[in-house]
């Protein structure tokens, strides 16, 4: 099993205001919310409850372009969404973001695993070449650069959550 983990304290916003934005986010929210670098975040089919939801994600981490499906598999609303990811089947990967109210802020905890149950983790050696420490690097730089913003945005948000941020267009890590 591959597991990929960054924490971040955001301040001056809930746990349950990040993940509300993350299980309603649009592709204008998430555009504006990083621009360049989140191309598009938005629900493709929606379930009462999110749990079933699908998404689509579309971003840069570091200087490779992530572009995938996923589905909502857990919901514990103001605490944890838990994504898992598929293309035509549903892959061995998820992603998780918890979210730990301190008082003036979140500790947000960003989780990627990767890998095979029971016989199939002889695979996991492959999935090596795509998380490679080059690309975990990347994903927690990536991690510890966006949610900060959003606390930003949050903040600012009173009543619209698009307000623009300094362009990173081009940017590629």
């Known amino acids: 099993m591959i597991e990929l983990q960054s924490q971040v304290r955001v301040a001056g916003v809930s ?3 990040v993940l509300d934005f993350m299980l309603a986010c649009t592709d204008e929210q998430y555009q504006a919310w990083w621009p360049g670098m989140h191309l598009a975040f938005h629900t493709l089919t929606r379930r009462p409850g999110d749990v079933g939801n699908t998404v689509l994600m579309d971003e840069w981490v570091g ?5 995938l499906h996923g589905s909502v598999t857990q919901v514990v609303p103001g605490r944890r969404i838990v994504w898992q990811f598929k293309q ?16 003036d802020g979140v500790v947000l905890t960003h989780t990627l695993r990767a890998g095979f149950k029971g016989i199939g983790s002889i695979l996991d050696p492959l999935l090596r070449l795509y998380f490679s ?33 300094p362009s990173w267009r081009g940017m590629k890590g």
């Open 88 to 103: 035509l089947v549903r892959l061995p990967a998820r992603l998780s973001l918890e979210a730990v109210d301190d008082g």
């Open 15 to 17: 746990g349950a205001e």
């Open 133 to 165: 420490d080059e690309f975990a690097r990347a994903m927690d730089e990536h991690a510890r650069t966006e949610f900060p913003m959003l606390g930003k945005r949050l903040r600012a948000r009173a009543g619209d959550a698009c307000l623009p941020l």
């Open 63 to 67: 200087s490779r372009r992530i572009k």
